[in-house]
């Protein structure tokens, strides 16, 4: 039985996560990796992290390519992917299992709030 798109099988694997790489070899039939709709949002979480680690580490391949366009096309997805890193890092430790999280009360008002002082 085929799988397709805007079918009831397509819409309940959700095939958004999967990708369609596999179609290049397979043109029916489920995907080989699909989300775990029962995965705590932790755990999707860290795999965001991951992929896009990895997509940080590909693209810092391209910054000492000596290619000058491929160079700056990679130090700006390492810019970029550094803050989205962040943020999954800091959105992950609010959802961490068994962790009862706080904001960071100095380090906000150090980040917003000004001294006063001048240089």
């Known amino acids: 039985m085929a799988t397709t798109k805007n079918t009831p099988e397509f819409n309940e694997l959700d095939y ?28 999707k979480l860290a795999w965001c992290w991951g992929e896009v680690k990895q997509i940080e ?14 160079a700056r096309i990679g130090n700006l997805l390492v810019y970029k992917s550094m803050a989205l890193i962040a943020m999954l890092e800091h959105v992950a430790d609010t959802t961490m299992p068994g962790r009862k999280w706080t904001a960071p009360d100095d380090h906000i008002r150090g980040a917003t709030q000004s001294t006063g002082e001048t240089d």
């Open 16 to 43: 958004r996560f999967a990708g369609y790489g596999f179609q290049n070899w397979c043109a029916e039939g489920v995907p080989p990796v699909i989300v775990n709709r029962a995965a705590t949002v932790h755990a």
């Open 57 to 70: 580490d590909l693209a810092s391949v391209l910054c000492t390519n000596k290619d000058e366009e491929l």
